[in-house]
């Protein structure tokens, strides 16, 4: 054991039966910053009970990344002390789960973790191809059952200090705008904040809650916000008059040396399996894109996703409309302000169209 004390970074590839002796191994390291352990199921094989451990060990964990299902990846979490110094939280999952699945996970992370150290949480669910050809083969499954929430991601709302937070989960986070006030509100100082963007299906009767709307949200309290995914329904006309609304409601409240929008941080939104179902309307893409000018100053790229799962395979196209008419306005703008620095790239692209 003494020629094992130096080690700071440790891997295990196991069943999940080997769990006590190698929590029992590595809780005596106490110069580990970096653990990793990928716990596979065996069919009928039972997760035994973990003990917990002494208050000082696990005190020197940094990093971890934990695979495997849900029960086994909490059961880790609920076996390790209180307040552990962890900076980073890695969770690899696989398979379809329900919001009290991804609450029991996030649970075990409120557990054992200080509120005051974790910096970043990076949690996946990849489906498997027997996932989706049950799905795919309307083979009875109920999908309703896996229409993710807020109560999903509920527990990690009490880490306040984070600077990454990624859910892949395989299907998307269905948030309304109320929550995605909560959660700007709430991770104030975060940079990269992904909600489940990146998706394997979607249930294509479900649209989003939420409405563009929720965009403003995070441009008004993220300050250091550089990168955003999110899910949500940009097809009505009432989704885009909630945004101009939610921008002007904040220009009323906030005093003019406070205001914050259009937001300079913001550089990329990725909505992944969004809704915008405009089929190239003008009219449509036109507002988007001038709202966008009020909530953004420094947007780089709007792109999106699986959309064919929808049924609307040119949306992705849609976005990148959006987001070329977005830049022309702005350019324009510039134009017109003999202070404003103007971007050369910008200038030949726009200098035919600028001409006429």
Request: proline share 4%.
């Amino acid at each position: 054991m003494a020629c094992l004390q130096s080690l700071t970074h440790v891997s295990f590839y196991m069943t999940a039966a080997s769990l006590p002796q190698v929590l029992v191994l590595t809780s005596q390291l106490h110069k580990l910053e970096d653990l990793t352990i990928q716990a596979c199921d065996k069919p009928f094989e039972e997760i035994p009970r973990l003990s917990s451990f002494a208050p000082e060990a696990f005190s020197s964990l940094k990093h971890v990344t934990f695979d495997g299902s849900p029960d086994i990846i909490s059961r880790i979490f609920f076996a390790f002390p209180a307040n552990r110094a962890i900076q980073s939280v890695t969770l690899r999952m696989h398979g379809l789960y329900t919001n009290a699945d991804i609450a029991l996970v996030l649970s075990g992370v409120v557990a054992a973790v200080s509120k005051e150290s974790l910096q970043k949480i990076i949690i996946t669910s990849v489906l498997s191809n027997n996932d989706l050809s049950h799905w795919d083969a309307d083979s009875g499954i109920d999908t309703r059952q896996f229409i993710l929430d807020i109560h999903a991601i509920e527990p990690a709302l009490q880490f306040q200090n984070l600077d990454i937070f990624s859910a892949c989960l395989g299907v998307p986070l269905y948030l309304t705008d109320e929550d995605h006030l909560r959660i700007a509100q709430t991770w104030r100082s975060v940079q990269l904040l992904y909600l489940s963007s990146i998706v394997q299906r979607v249930i294509r009767t479900h649209k989003p809650p939420a409405s563009i709307a929720s965009l403003v949200h995070y441009a008004r309290y993220c300050h250091r916000l550089k990168a955003l995914g999110l899910c949500l329904d940009a097809s009505t006309k009432a989704s885009v008059d909630a945004c101009v609304q939610a921008v002007d409601a904040c220009r009323e409240s906030i005093p003019e040396t406070n205001f914050s929008l259009p937001s300079p941080s913001i550089q990329m939104v990725e909505f992944g399996p969004s809704w915008l179902e405009c089929n190239f309307d003008p009219v449509q893409i036109n507002s988007l894109a001038k709202v966008f000018t009020r909530i953004f100053s420094n947007l780089a790229a709007c792109c999106a996703c699986r959309t064919e799962e929808l049924g609307v395979l040119q949306a992705a196209w849609t976005w990148v409309k959006v987001q070329t008419l977005y830049e022309y306005i702005l350019f324009v703008d510039q134009s017109c302000n003999a202070n404003a620095p103007l971007s050369t790239w910008k200038s030949k692209l726009f200098s035919k169209v600028c001409r006429v």
